[in-house]
């Protein structure tokens, strides 16, 4: 691709990509212009480019396309360091600085997709993935501390005043941060980009093995119509429930191909669940939905194995 090689690895902004024989385009945002692209030829390659308008547009063969940014947009983590060098940036500042970055990328990016309606792009409502920033600082008041974060060399990164607040900073459902507080299990948070380990501060660590209840129920998503949807294909819808994210054959098709995870446990668990997911290398949230009769008959073969198994020991 034509046109990357005249920008700093640190500058990011909106950008066009073209065909060079063609009137199609495409119109995205990154913070990091050569890292967006290394990530598209990446996604490019794999199955869920068959659901993506852009990457079959591509066809493996990038050499037939040019690149331009339409608008530079700044980092304003990066302009902070530069323009106060003396001042140490702890977890919050970095989150929001980093967020007024993605905010005004995004904004741009929704702004340039209404006007000129790219052709090449499968979706044409851009997600604002955001926290409660006044919360952030909160944290801070001494004496209030109730839960503490670690990162993978056991080192505080983090301190808020409530579960809430933490499972909001850190892109955790309150349910995900009640099981796994105090255990000895690392979580991957979104938002953080890394994995974490919940503390407690007002009860000792725990032994015990996590659980998931059953008590806890999600009501069924609604304004979808599951019965038309392919048996036995998995939907990622947007957030507004307006725009198909992707398509995949298997719950773990899905977290192989987005979070190239083999457990799909974080997904199958919230299938027709109105309950979104977090996703992909942007961290976006999505619903997946599956024809409810596939399902149904995925239990059946799950209980018919086991009586056969039960039948064979016998």
């Known amino acids: 691709m034509t046109g990357l090689n005249y920008y700093s690895n640190k500058v990011g902004g909106i950008y066009l990509i073209v065909p060079k024989l063609s009137n199609s ?4 945002s990154a913070i990091n212009f050569r890292s967006r692209f290394i990530q598209h030829v990446r996604y490019s390659s794999k199955k869920q480019s068959e659901d993506n ?28 360091i530069n ?6 940036l702890n977890l919050n500042d970095l989150y929001i600085l980093r967020s007024f970055t993605q905010f005004e990328l995004l904004f741009l990016e929704q702004s340039y997709i209404n006007m000129f309606k790219p052709d090449l792009n499968t979706q044409t409502l851009v997600n604002f993935p955001f926290s409660n920033w006044a919360s952030a600082y909160s944290s801070n008041i001494i004496g209030s501390v109730e839960v503490l974060v670690l990162d993978e060399n056991n080192i505080p990164i983090g301190e808020y005043t409530s579960k809430y607040q933490a499972a909001n900073a850190l892109g955790f459902s309150s349910t995900t941060l009640r099981r ?4 000895s299990i690392w979580l991957f948070s979104p938002i953080l980009d890394q994995k974490v380990k919940l503390i407690e501060t007002k009860n000792p660590l725990t032994t015990k093995k996590v659980v998931f209840s059953s008590n806890i129920t999600i009501p069924t998503i609604r304004c979808l119509d599951l019965n038309n949807i392919e048996s036995g294909k998995l939907v990622a819808y947007s957030k507004d429930k307006q725009n198909i994210f992707g398509t995949y054959n298997s719950p773990n098709e899905a977290s192989l191909n987005l979070d190239g995870k083999k457990d799909s446990k974080y ?25 409810p009769s596939y399902l149904n008959n995925l239990a059946l073969r799950r209980n018919l194995e086991k009586l056969l198994i039960l039948d064979l020991s016998s």
């Open 25 to 28: 385009f495409y119109i995205g």
């Open 83 to 88: 323009r106060y060098p003396d001042y140490k």
């Open 180 to 183: 796994y507080i105090n255990t």
């Open 267 to 291: 997904i199958s668990r919230y299938i027709n669940k109105e309950r979104t997911v977090t996703v992909g290398p942007n961290k976006t949230q999505v619903y997946f939905v599956m024809n």
């Open 53 to 80: 308008k852009f990457y079959t547009y591509v066809n493996g063969d990038w050499t037939q396309f040019f690149w331009t940014p339409l608008n530079i947009v700044p980092n304003h983590v990066l302009e902070f």
